[in-house]
Nanobody, 125 residues
């Protein structure tokens, strides 16, 4: 039972990347999902979260208008489309599943678990 994040890489400022989070042996469709990131020497922070039917989303102020979270429940996959990347977006990005089906669009780290292996995103100026 694990989540696997992929799609990271190195891009120049202003570039784009699309991250994917796939589930293995895990039910995602009844849970909100989230993307988080952790830069070196900093705490892990929420980036974006999405409700189980995609009807509601939450974005950190720092990524609003640049990042888009989406999900394809038929493929058990959650995406994070990142555009207008900046050097301060450099971090390891993680996906996670909400701890309960009752959470609609949570955005606190404590509301998530089953953290997958992260994917590195590096943005150069």
């Amino acid at each position: 039972v694990q989540l696997q994040a992929s799609g990271g890489g190195s891009v120049q400022s202003g570039g784009s990347l699309r991250l994917s989070c796939a589930a293995s042996g895990l039910t995602l469709n009844n849970y909100a999902m989230g993307w988080f990131r952790q830069a070196p020497g900093k705490e892990r922070d929420v980036v974006a979260t999405i409700s189980r039917r995609s009807g509601r989303t939450y974005y950190a102020d720092s990524v609003k208008g640049r990042f888009t979270i989406s999900r394809d429940n038929a493929k058990y996959t959650v995406y994070l489309q990142m555009t207008g990347l900046r050097p301060e977006d450099t971090a390891v990005y993680y996906c996670a599943r909400a701890i309960s089906t009752t959470l609609v669009v949570p955005h606190d780290l404590a509301d998530f678990h089953l953290w997958g292996q992260g994917t590195q995103v590096t943005v150069s100026s």
